[in-house]
C-alpha cells in the first residue's frame, strides 16, 4: 500500500501545545505528517518569530519522531501539498468560530486541487481555547504560558521579548 502523507499547514507563530496535540492526532493517521509553515500568512500577520525560527521551533518539538517532518512554503497550500505527495491537509478546530472560516478554506482547496481531502481534527478540550496570538499577548503581558507551549518555546519567546 502506498504511503498518506498528510500536510498540517499553519502560521505557528509560535507552536503551541494545541499545535502539537494535533500533530500527535494526526499521526494516528497517516504514515508521515509534515507540518508546513506558511510564508505568505506571516508576512500578512503581524508575528513575532521568522518563518526559519518557527521552523527550529517545531523541530525541536518533535525530534526524534520519524513520521514527523517540518517545512515552509510559498504560494499555494494545494500546490506544496501536491509538490509533497500529500492526500491530506490536517487544520485543528476549537470552536464554532474557527468553522466559517476553515470550511470555506478546505472547500477553495477542493476547488483548487479535488483530489486532496481537507480533514479538521478537534483537539484536547484543555487546548480548545489556546491560540499562538493569545499566547504572545499573555507573554509580552508577564503571564504565565507553562501549560500552553512547551519549555524550549517558552524559552524563546521570553528571550525574545527581553531582547
Ligand atoms: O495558522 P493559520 O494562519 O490560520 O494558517 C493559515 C494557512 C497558512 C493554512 C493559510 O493561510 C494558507 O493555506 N496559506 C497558503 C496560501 C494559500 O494556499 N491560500 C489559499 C487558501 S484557500
Redesign the pocket.
Known sequence: MSERVAIY????DPITRGHEDIVRRGLDLVDRLIVAV?Y??TQE?RGIFTVEERVELIRQSFDGEKHVEVAS?N?????FARSQGASLII?GLRAVSDFE?EF??AL??RQ?SPGIETVFLAPDVHYSYLS?SLVREIASLGGDIDDMVAPHVKARLEAHLRG
Open positions: 499547514p499553519g502560521s505557528f506558511a505568505r500568512a500577520k512554503f504560494g499555494l497550500l494545494v500546490d487544520r472560516y470555506q478554506m477553495m482547496n483548487l499562538a
